[in-house]
């Protein structure tokens, strides 16, 4: 049992470099999530979706895209990194019925750091 | 809109010592979900407990447990006999509805000392 994996896990770049965070759930959950964690803030939503080929914004989108082309992957680009885009990335998966919202299964993160 | 806020940001505790982590939420749902989860120093998010809006009742889970009051939005989380292992940050979060996104605390890092 995989759970959710993200890759990569740790990662530096350049400013204006561009990357594309992987996130992969073997669960079969229908809704997928990017968190960002930075100091005193607790997480905050970025982009999610509740199905294959659909997404939406949350709380901090600029500066971020995301794709869901199969139920198991949700992708996270930064077309143009910022160093305002260090953080720590966490990807979650969660069933959509209320009797399995038991909680959100979290990826181990990605520590990104833009120079 | 919904929001969590943890006003805690620190707590530093003597290993033994009972400690209590606090978690006010707003919302506007009547149905909503409560979560605590911990984050140690490894950095992975571990889940520990879900409460319903409907289910009031207090928990116990072994030293931890958690009380629930919606009369004043809070669902605290206490530690009996602390131990350095319990050292983490956590976070309270809150999502209205199953498959919502979670709204998180800023979270409480708990320094427990031997």
């Known amino acids: 049992n995989a759970g959710v994996t993200q890759t990569p896990k740790f990662r530096v770049l350049k400013t204006g470099q561009s990357m594309t965070l992987l996130c992969a759930q073997d669960?079969?959950?229908?809704?997928m999530y990017w968190y960002r964690q930075d100091p005193g803030m607790g997480l905050r939503l970025i982009h999610y979706?509740?199905?294959?080929?659909?997404?939406a914004k949350g709380e901090v989108p600029d500066g971020y895209n995301v794709s869901r082309l199969k139920k198991q992957n949700f992708l996270l680009g930064l077309e143009s990194a910022a160093p305002s885009q260090t953080s720590v990335y966490f990807c979650?998966?969660?069933?959509?019925?209320?009797?399995?919202?038991?909680?959100?299964?979290f990826g181990s993160g990605t520590r990104l750091t833009v120079v | 809109a919904q929001k969590v806020t943890q006003a805690q940001t620190e707590i530093s505790v003597v290993e033994k010592e009972d400690v209590t982590l606090d978690c006010v939420y707003e919302?506007?749902?009547?149905?909503?979900?409560l979560f605590w989860y911990k984050q140690p120093p490894s950095g992975e998010l571990v889940f520990l407990i879900r409460?319903?809006?409907?289910?009031?009742q207090n928990e116990i889970s072994g030293r931890y447990s958690w009380n629930f009051q919606k009369s004043t939005s809070s669902f605290n989380f206490t530690i009996t006999a602390s131990q350095v292992v319990d050292s983490a940050v956590y976070f309270c979060?809150?999502?209205?509805?199953?498959?919502?996104?979670?709204?998180f605390g800023g979270g409480t890092r708990l320094m427990v000392k031997p």
């Open positions: 979060a809150l999502t209205r509805n199953a498959g919502n996104m979670l709204t």
């Open positions: 919302t506007r749902d009547t149905t909503y979900y």
């Open positions: 409460r319903n809006s409907f289910d009031e």
């Open positions: 669960m079969n959950h229908e809704y």
């Open positions: 979706s509740v199905g294959e080929g659909t997404t």
């Open positions: 979650a998966s969660s069933y959509a019925q209320s009797t399995y919202n038991y909680g959100y299964t």
